[in-house]
Every structure is written in C-alpha cells, then in structure tokens.
C-alpha cells in the first residue's frame, strides 16, 4: 500500500500545502466557531492576513483552560450532526467533552489507517486490541476504524485480563498488539508464571501508545529494552491526544513519530510562545485540519517533545516527533534540577526490586519541590534504599525520599475511580 503523496513531498512543498489548508480552517472557524470569531474580534485578527505558517504567531494561543471554561462556544456543528460524545482522559484537570460528526469519523478512520500504514501494517495483520473501547474514549474505536479501513483483522480483547490474552493469541494467531507498553512485561510475567511459550507466539510486533519506549536519541528506554530484551518483536511508538484527533506513528525505521500534513499543522513551541528551534525541547502546539465539530486553532497540548526534519529513509520526507520528554505542568524542579516524571519512571523501570510505583510531588515549607516514590517491593533490605537513590543520582544527579510498601498496596492506591488508567503521578502542588 502506497505512502501518500504528500508526505513524499519536500519539506517546502508541504508547508505550501499547509498553508492552503490553514487558509480554508481559518475561513471554517471564522464562520462557525463561536470561540474562534471572539477571539479573532478582541485580538484584531483578520484572516485574510494569515497566509503563512509565520503567520500563525500573530494568532493567541488556545489552552487546556480555555478549552474548558468554553466548550460549548468551540463546538462548530449544530448538536444534530453529532454522533460520537469523547472524553479527554483528564490525565490533567477535569475531562473536556469531545464532539464529533460522520465526517469526523471518517476523518480519524483515515488518520489511523495512514499511520498503521506507517507502522508497516497490511491487511495480512492481525492486531489484539489491548485498549478500552467504550468508556468515552477516542483511542480504542480510532485504533478500530484505522484497521478496519486497511483490511487488518482485529481482536478487541481491551486492557488487561492477561489469560484472555493469552487464549486469544491462540485461537486467532494475531501479528501485533496494540496495548500500553507497560504492559506487555506483565503479559512476560503471566506467560513464564504458566508455562506459556509466548516467545514462538504469533505475536511480531506491538503498537505502543501512551508511554514513550525510546529516549530521546531513539535507542530504548529502560521500558523499550526490558520488552525487547524478553520478547523479540518489534516496537512501534505512537503518539497521539483526543484534542489533536490525530497521531504520529513510527515507522520501522523508529526514529519519531512521522506527521501527516493532511490532518494536522504543529508548532514547538517555548515558554514565551516563540517557536523553538530543531534540537530544542518545545511545546507541542496544534491546529487540526479537516475537523468538522470541534477545530483547534494553535491549541497548546502541555507535550514537551523534539522534533526533527532530516528525510526518513522510509521514503517520507515528513517532520518526525521524539517521544514525549513530560507534560509541562507537570515540571518537576527538585534541588536546582528540572525532571519529568518520565524520566522518574525510566529509572524505576529498571530497578528489578522495585514491582510498581506512585511518584509523589508537593511543595514543602521552602516553596520548592518535594519528590516521595512510593515503591512496591516483596522485600527490602538495608541495602535497597541506598541503591535505589544511587540509582537516581546516577542518572537525574539527583535522589527522591523513598517510601517502601508492598506491591498489592501500590495496585490498590493505583486505583482511582473515575481514571480510566492506573494513578502513577500524583501532583499535590
Ligand atoms: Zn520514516
């Protein structure tokens, strides 16, 4: 199946095409955004101004805030058209209500067939679906159209439930997962646990989503390894939010996610909201194209990511996304030193005795940071406290306060009702 033309264009040609579809988005929004035509009015916007991706700076910039005090006024359809009511995860702050028409269906059904595409896909595939279809989430169902559309063959087995995963890599031989990294050392743990051969399994590769498996010079993360190093199949990242409606898949070359410039116009941006330049961590900032009930102009995702524009030698000459550094609120300064809790997981990740976890931030009497882990452990000697700080120093310079429990604890605090994921971050700032 072929790469679509675009994306085999040069990088000038492709912010030409861009620029046609930012003109016809601007002109959609100038006509039928509520939130859009006031903030075009008080900042003295004329769109017939905007013709360039530069241009685009002269336009404020849409926050998660925003998003929620005003829903409603970004809803572009009358409620008639309608078909699908999303949730963000909420992962920060309440959950917006997402809306979406026929036409945004389609529009995710095509997103996702691209990027499978990108993902080496074929309608040879079958892939188990180790995501949540229902509980308002775009994800699951995107993933199932996308695969629907290229003729894969699906198992929607949903998260968890590692027998059934198990019995169903049985009955149907699928080729890949598509299931949150995390994930699949425990399916690892269960296979050893019963004396099941999952290594001769059908399984070839897996789709990762919702957490990075590469640093950010492309080699795996302490996550990526511990899968590859237990099981040989070929990882896949892929990221993606229901605000952006769109994803940026990898490619078997597994260097970021690749762009699609049809869906989507990104900018990476600084704490200024001046754009960062290639090599520098920046914001992930978004303008959706095509999106028929609720269109985001400059819309700040909270991402911190790199992005790079050398040619792939996938044939796709698209900008590519490193894996997400953090969330930018959820910035950590702990002694002069700036973390994300990724990289806190990273080197968790790799602690053997270390079972699972819940990172902790709040502010002490200093008005700085304070970082507690609360570690699941079966067993803790004298010495596990001090490696598990020398661990820290050695790779963030610098060492959180540990708090150990047993690991059923860990899993019960994980819980949280209303959270469709398990609670690993906890922000009491
Ligand atoms: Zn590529």
């Not at 995710?108 to 308002?136: G, H, M, P, W």
């Not at 695969?147 to 063959?153: D, H």
């Not at 690749?258 to 920046?282: A, S, T, Y």
């Not at 790779?395 to 540990?402: D, H, Q, S, Y």
Request: net charge negative; hydrophobic share 35%; glycine share 6%.
């Amino acid at each position: 199946m072929p790469i679509p033309e675009i994306e085999q264009k040069s990088l000038p040609e492709i912010k030409k095409f861009q620029e046609g579809k930012l003109k016809d988005t601007l002109t959609y929004l100038n006509n039928k955004s509520k939130y859009y035509q006031r903030l075009f009015r008080e900042s003295n916007i004329n769109i017939e101004d905007i013709t360039t991706l530069e241009d685009l700076l002269q336009i404020p910039v849409t926050t998660k805030d925003d998003l929620q005090k005003h829903t409603d006024d970004f809803l572009c359809v009358d409620k008639k058209k309608i078909i699908d009511y999303v949730t963000t995860s909420g992962t920060m702050g309440e959950p917006v209500t997402f809306a979406m028409t026929n036409a945004d269906l389609d529009r995710l059904a095509y997103n996702e067939y691209i990027s499978f595409l990108c993902a080496d896909t074929t309608d040879d595939d079958i892939y188990q679906l180790l995501v949540t279809l229902d509980k308002r989430f775009m994800a699951g169902m995107a993933y199932f159209l996308g695969l629907r559309k290229l003729g894969a063959g699906i198992i929607r087995t949903g998260p968890g439930l590692q027998k059934l995963q198990f019995e169903s890599i049985n009955k149907f031989n699928p080729t890949g997962f598509i299931t949150i990294p995390s994930f699949i050392p425990k399916l690892i743990n269960y296979a050893k646990e019963n004396g099941i051969d999952y290594s001769n399994s059908s399984i070839k590769k897996a789709v990762c989503i919702g957490e990075p498996i590469r640093n950010t010079d492309f080699t795996l993360n302490t996550l990526g390894k511990k899968i590859v190093d237990n099981w040989d199949i070929k990882l896949y990242s892929t990221y993606a939010s229901t605000e952006m409606g769109t994803a940026f898949t990898e490619c078997s070359a597994g260097k970021g996610g690749h762009h699609h410039p049809e869906m989507i116009i990104v900018e990476f941006l600084d704490k200024d909201n001046n754009p960062v330049k290639e090599g520098e961590p920046g914001e992930v900032t978004i303008t959706t194209l095509g999106v028929e009930a609720m269109p985001l102009l400059r819309f700040k995702t909270g991402d911190i990511c790199h992005h790079h524009i050398e040619p792939c030698t996938c044939g796709r000459n698209t900008m590519r996304l490193g894996p997400v550094i953090g969330r930018k609120q959820q910035m950590i300064k702990l002694k002069g030193t700036t973390l994300y809790p990724p990289s806190i997981y990273d080197v968790l990740n790799e602690i053997d005795c270390v079972e699972n976890y819940i990172i902790e931030v709040s502010t002490n009497d200093m008005g700085t940071d304070d970082l507690l882990i609360y570690a699941g452990c079966k067993s803790v000697t004298e010495d596990t406290e001090k490696s598990i700080k020398d661990n820290f120093r050695a790779k963030l310079r610098v060492a959180p306060k540990i708090k150990f429990l047993k690991p059923d604890e860990i899993t019960t605090n994980q819980m949280q009702e209303n959270s469709r994921k398990p609670v690993i971050f906890i922000d009491k700032r």
